[in-house]
């Protein structure tokens, strides 16, 4: 029996390592740090080996396959010296791939994936189609393929995981923007990055689509693929296809029947929103899904838990609570989108962030910043000098605390951390929790 070596034993390992099992290979799961309960669990009563804490290199080199985890850097040793043996390192995605028919729409962008794939689902889901929204948002698309029998796959994908893509290959391909993520993955190297983003469409074939921002330089610089049909949308400039905002406006053209509605009936406002609200539509519209149900769609949408959720309010201070903001652009996103006095709780593991794209927003909207954990040097050298006031707390119960007493009615408290969270926390989703939980204590 053929066998297929999982690194990493997380959401991406343990589904691809149920499908390969599924599919009659012979499955080893190998991971450098612990495997959660969960993962082990199930593991264990599909009877797949696996193992934790350290990689038995002597069983991984007999993979014919090895499918990595996104997590997992290209440059590890051992990587590299498969690599050097020459045997195929591919991802979960890729993998997954190859025993699904189904129509693929596959998201990607620095920011606003999660937001979009979860709407494309919303509105799929109510036009009555079979849809499941998987790869870096809920189940992993690999355990999706092998418990379910989906018509439709909405996935949201980061670099990391189109890193690892050979012959992946969306119906429906969705760029939103590239802006600094991750550069230390890609040897602080930006185009390696946009390099990167822009392997969602490099199979993609006339019978394609590609939906993409064309207000984004980096795409615009770097978009060169001419073998689909390119479906831009803008904010800034109109378009005969695709999608553009003309007098608050969403104008929607795809098939010659214009869909219009205004941007104040959004249930997602704000900027980057109005993007993401454009890249849904226009992939319903592809579909030929009707425009009531597009429409009422935008209107009813719930957004993402610790995308710009709003909490509670108390005594009059508004929290709201944007954990999921990891890098400095979405947090850019979340200041715009501000109206009332803000008070910031920013930090965390700092990926090099430049914050000075930042500066104006927090001169006209913030007035105080919290810095919460130990990476802060960056942050109060950045600030220190706009004439904001800036605090430090060592953890979430005091930075919610001190927004507390430095707020008044009608201001606001935002946590968008701009940052990682892996030094207080376990992941956005934990820091998101933890704010939470905190502020309702108040």
């Known amino acids: 029996m053929e066998k297929i070596v999982v690194l990493g034993g997380g959401e991406s390992g343990c589904g691809a390592a149920v499908l390969a099992q599924q599919k009659g290979y012979s499955v080893f799961v190998s991971d450098i740090g612990k495997i959660k309960d969960k993962y082990k669990n199930v593991l264990i009563q599909k009877g797949i080996e696996w193992e934790e804490l350290h990689h038995s290199e002597d069983k991984i080199f007999e993979a014919i396959e090895v499918i990595k985890s996104p997590g997992i850097p290209e440059t590890i040793p051992l990587i590299l010296e498969l690599k050097k043996k020459g045997i195929p390192i591919i991802s979960e995605i890729e993998f997954a ?4 028919n189904s129509k693929i729409i596959a998201i990607t962008g620095s920011n606003g994936k999660t937001t979009t794939a979860l709407l494309i689902g919303h509105i ?3 036009a009555g189609l079979n849809v499941c929204v998987a790869g870096n948002v809920g189940d992993s698309f690999a355990l999706q393929v092998a418990n379910e029998n989906y018509d439709y796959y909405v996935l ?3 670099s990391f995981q189109l890193d690892g893509i050979i012959d992946f290959k969306p119906d429906i391909a969705i760029i939103l923007n590239i802006t600094p993520d991750h550069l230390n993955r890609y040897n602080e190297d930006m185009e390696l990055y946009i390099q990167s983003k822009l392997r969602i469409t490099k199979n993609q074939d006339k019978n394609d689509y590609l939906i993409y921002c064309s207000d984004d330089p980096n795409i615009n610089k770097y978009l060169e ?4 049909n390119l479906l831009p949308f803008s904010i800034l400039k109109e378009h005969q ?4 905002l003309i007098d608050d406006e ?3 053209n ?3 029947t214009p869909f219009k509605m205004n941007i104040q009936q959004l249930a997602l406002q704000g900027k980057h929103n109005i993007y993401n609200s454009m890249a849904a539509a226009i992939s319903s519209r592809i579909l030929d899904l009707s425009k009531e149900v597009i429409r009422e769609s935008l209107v009813d949408f719930k957004n993402v838990e610790h995308r710009l959720e709003r ?3 108390v005594h009059g201070i508004e929290f709201i609570n944007d954990s999921k903001a990891t890098n400095v652009n979405s947090t850019w996103y979340a200041l715009e989108s501000m109206i009332k006095p803000t008070i910031w709780i920013v930090g965390g593991v700092d990926k090099g962030n430049d914050y000075s794209s930042l500066l104006s927003l927090v001169s006209d909207k913030v007035k105080a910043i919290i810095c919460l954990g130990e990476q802060v040097d960056s942050i109060k050298n950045a600030f220190s000098e706009k004439g904001v006031e800036i605090y430090f707390a060592t953890n979430m119960k005091e930075a919610v605390n001190f927004s507390y007493q430095l707020g008044e009615k009608g201001d606001a408290v935002l946590l968008s951390p701009a940052c990682a969270s892996f030094d207080l926390f376990e992941n956005y989703e934990h820091r998101g929790v933890e704010f939470k939980k905190n502020v309702r204590n108040l």
């Open 97 to 100: 791939f190859r025993y699904t």
């Open 124 to 126: 799929l889901k109510k």
């Open 156 to 158: 949201e994908l980061s």
């Open 225 to 228: 693929q001419e073998n689909t």
């Open 241 to 244: 296809r695709g999608a553009c």
């Open 250 to 252: 969403l104008n929607i």
């Open 254 to 256: 795809i098939n010659k």
């Open 311 to 313: 909490v509670i309010k």
